[in-house]
């Protein structure tokens, strides 16, 4: 190593060493690139609500990592018209290092848009991928169309993400000055209670910046909410241009969520507030704005009374479903059984209320541990889960009587109810066993001493034993492949690092052929600038293209910064240059049409013709030029 080392300097040294730490480093935090979570593919829509033939924007994203994606198919549109489809998805990768190890993020996306063919509730059915070999479907869409007016009672939330149909009243008039402001837009203003209502805050800039700061959260105060994750471009808010009232802003979501009103009335959301700041490259805020929305008020309906159950929970509103089962129908006396209540669909899951149970006769009933899960996508989809122990107190056959979940579905406007039918569970053993309860002693009959319980506190749960470890890591270690990599990564990354310093170098060392060719790739790249600049009629731009080649050429075959000189200066040096006086007259008048150009464009001919003819004239400047010789001591 010493001596693969002795032709670098002291210096170069120790870059090497540092290097070969730093991939070292990489290579012990992790052998590969771990996927940072599992692959997500969803299928939502700009809004919910469109008009009768109203085009809008059905979007579907597969988030995945370093996998293998293929066979993709997209939804079945029927009822829609496709006015645009791609011919392949966006693909952006992300790569990540952190100290769960290394990620890789590719977002794969497929934009269409649609038009709807006939009024209703329209479902766009689920796209279809492989990932890895295994098939995943993205979520059912559900758009209504109707007229164009407003409809008298609202349709619940659809499937996809939240809904942006109903902008607030003040949006009109916010942008009415072509300044930047904020919109709420609501998927409804009329709703029940406990319904889901779709909320995004849309950030309209009339020009670009660079930061946004929230200056004061929007108040929901009557309203249950779920935050909602917003897509995003390199950690950024992702920008769309959109026309109001005849003029151009790009668009944004600032913040998403999703309100379930908790009681009648009128509700309002107060308005939102951010600070808007386009900054210098040190960071200094060059111009800000203050924009902010309007408050929104939701009229919120009480549930009907007519067909309520008994007691039933405003917070059961939206579509269910109901299911239960235990973990095993047989057991002893003493041994604890679990009953699962699982509640799925869409709604406020987070507090729906399950069915109660009825305390079965000859069991101990525990309080429930329950579990909920909800999609941060669109934040109303999602399961509950209660798992209850049941402790059985004596032998014999037993009977779960069935339980029976009541909902009120907004979108038919009725109460409805899904059953769970009854569980027969049988226990075996006697009476006076042992069993594993909360604490205290169980009566015992006729007289007998009373069993004291096995005291076991109610979150515990039954541990599970295992006959050995699940894997040797030594040994896996030692057989596995990765005992090879580690041992031979390192030296083969050291001396891949130190060739690549050495190729460096080797590479930065400039000759006259390597001047010339930077060169002539200047001046192809200037006269391809200067073609487009003729192409869109920039005439200004086009003459400082011109001037730019010519001094640059000249400069080089000079030795000289022409930049600097005077023209008369400049016809000197080129009277000794060996030029001659015919194209040294030339380039100087070719000079000062570029410069009279680039102050009073209107005063030199930017038609195509004498566009093209200043093209030619310059290359065959640049030719001449080219074709000097080189100054005494000079380089070519």
Not at 366 to 395: C, F, Q, S, W
Request: net charge neutral; aromatic share 6%; with cysteine.
């Amino acid at each position: 190593m010493r001596t693969f080392l002795a032709p670098l300097s002291r210096r170069r040294q120790l870059h090497a060493a540092l290097f070969f730490l730093g991939v070292a480093a990489i290579a012990c935090a992790g052998a590969g690139l771990a996927h940072a979570e599992a692959p997500r593919f969803l299928g939502e829509v700009d809004r919910q609500q469109v008009t009768l033939g109203e085009p809008f924007v059905y979007q579907v994203t597969l988030s995945a990592g370093d996998d293998k994606v293929s066979d993709y198919h997209p939804p079945d549109f029927k009822g829609f018209k496709v006015l645009s489809a791609p011919s392949g998805p966006t693909q952006s990768t992300q790569m990540q290092f952190g100290g769960a190890g290394n990620f890789i993020a590719v977002s794969y996306s497929w934009r269409y848009e649609l038009a709807p063919l006939q009024k209703g509730r329209l479902s766009i059915g689920p796209a279809r991928i492989h990932v890895n070999g295994q098939e995943f479907r993205s979520s059912v869409v559900t758009v209504v169309a109707g007229s164009a007016a407003t409809p008298s009672t609202p349709p619940p939330l659809a499937n996809g993400a939240p809904g942006t149909a109903t902008p607030s009243p003040g949006g009109a008039a916010e942008a009415a000055d072509g300044g930047s402001f904020i919109r709420l837009v609501t998927d409804k203003t009329k709703a029940y209670v406990g319904e889901a209502i779709g909320a995004t805050w849309f950030l309209y800039m009339n020009q670009p910046h660079d930061k946004y700061d929230t200056q004061v959260e929007p108040t929901m105060e009557g309203f249950w909410t779920e935050d909602i994750a917003l897509p995003n471009r390199r950690g950024g808010m992702v920008l769309n241009d959109e026309l109001v009232q005849g003029r151009r802003y790009q668009v944004g979501a600032a913040l998403k969520k999703v309100l379930f009103p908790l009681h009648p009335g009128r509700l309002t959301i107060t308005p939102m507030e951010a600070q808007l700041s386009r900054v210098d490259f040190f960071g200094t805020a060059v111009r800000s704005q203050h924009v902010r929305s309007t408050p929104t008020v939701i009229e919120v309906l009480p549930l009907p009374k007519d067909g309520q159950p008994h007691g039933f929970d405003p917070a059961n509103v939206g579509t269910f479903t109901f299911a239960r089962h235990v973990d095993r129908t047989q057991v002893a006396v003493g041994e604890a059984v679990t009953l699962t209540l699982e509640i799925g669909g869409r709604g406020n899951i987070r507090n729906v209320a399950p069915p109660a149970l009825a305390k079965p006769d000859g069991f101990k009933v525990y309080d429930p541990r329950v579990t909920v899960n909800v999609d941060p996508g669109n934040g109303v989809e999602g399961t509950k889960v209660a798992e209850i122990l049941l402790l059985p107190e004596r032998p014999g056959t037993a009977t779960l009587p069935a339980q029976r979940l009541d909902f009120f579905d907004p979108g038919a406007g009725h109460y409805t109810s899904v059953e769970a039918p009854a569980l027969v569970l049988t226990v075996t053993g006697t009476a006076g066993a042992t069993v594993a309860a909360t604490g205290g002693a169980v009566p015992a009959k006729d007289g007998a001493v009373p069993t004291t319980e096995n005291v076991i506190g109610a979150e515990i749960r039954p541990i599970h034993a295992r006959v050995g470890l699940r894997q040797d890591l030594a040994s896996s270690l030692l057989k596995g492949r990765a005992l090879l990599g580690i041992v031979l990564g390192p030296p083969l990354l050291f001396g891949l690092a130190v060739f690549g310093l050495r190729l460096r170098d080797r590479l930065s060392e400039e000759t006259g052929a390597t001047r010339r060719k930077r060169s002539r790739k200047k001046v192809r790249a200037h006269f391809a600038a200067a073609e487009a600049c003729r192409q869109r009629r920039d005439v200004a731009a086009f003459y400082i293209e011109i001037d730019r080649v010519i001094r640059e050429t000249l400069s080089h075959r000079l030795g000289v910064t022409v930049a600097g000189l005077r023209m008369d200066e400049l016809r000197a040096r080129l009277a000794t240059s060996g030029l001659g006086a015919t194209d040294s007259e030339q380039v100087v008048a070719t000079l000062e049409e570029c410069d009279q150009a680039r102050f009073a464009p209107g005063s030199v001919p930017g038609d195509d013709a004498a566009l093209g003819a200043a093209i030619d004239r310059a290359e065959r400047l640049v030719a001449a030029i080219e074709a000097m010789a080189p100054p005494p001591g000079g380089t070519t």
